[in-house]
């Protein structure tokens, strides 16, 4: 059985840093991915149809967390699959923060701390998968990455 590969790979309007996706968004909060449209009242966050206009990349990522996360290989086919293994990443180091004795005041907050540590990006020494990524062009698109 292959891995699942993102379905915003059919998407060709999209902006590219180096080999990386900047994919829409569903958010209010201002920066550099174009913003989705907000869920239709009574929609849940968690139950939102791949094909809505509001499916987004956060969504696709937890939606296929679990399920790739047990692939050894995955064939990366565009820059939006690089979104969606960057996020799986993500996913991946914000657990490892969680411990089993936390409570969830205790966990949220230790993935918010996470969150706003500085991070690596393709191209920097510290980023994991470098082989499988390009670095940003310039500082600019960097910064833009960071967002």
């Known amino acids: 059985m292959p891995a699942y590969h993102s379905i915003f790979l059919q998407d060709k309007d999209i902006r590219v840093i180096g080999n990386f996706a900047l994919l829409p968004l569903r ?12 869920l239709p009242p009574g929609t849940a966050d968690v139950d939102v149809d791949p094909q809505s206009e509001s499916y987004d990349a956060l ?29 799986i990443l993500f996913v991946s180091e ?13 966990a949220e907050k230790a993935v918010m701390t996470g969150a706003m540590e500085q991070f690596a990006i393709p191209g920097d020494a510290g980023f ?3 082989q499988s990524f390009e670095a940003p062009a310039n500082k600019n698109d960097a910064e833009t990455l960071r967002q």
């Open 128 to 130: 994991p998968l470098n």
């Open 27 to 38: 958010t209010r909060t201002r920066g550099p991915a174009y913003t989705l449209p907000a």
């Open 59 to 87: 969504d696709e990522v937890l939606t296929l967390f679990r399920a790739n996360t047990f692939f050894r290989n995955f064939e990366i086919k565009g820059p939006a699959d690089r979104l969606l293994i960057y996020g």
């Open 94 to 106: 914000c657990l490892g923060r969680i411990k089993p004795s936390m409570g969830s005041r205790e």
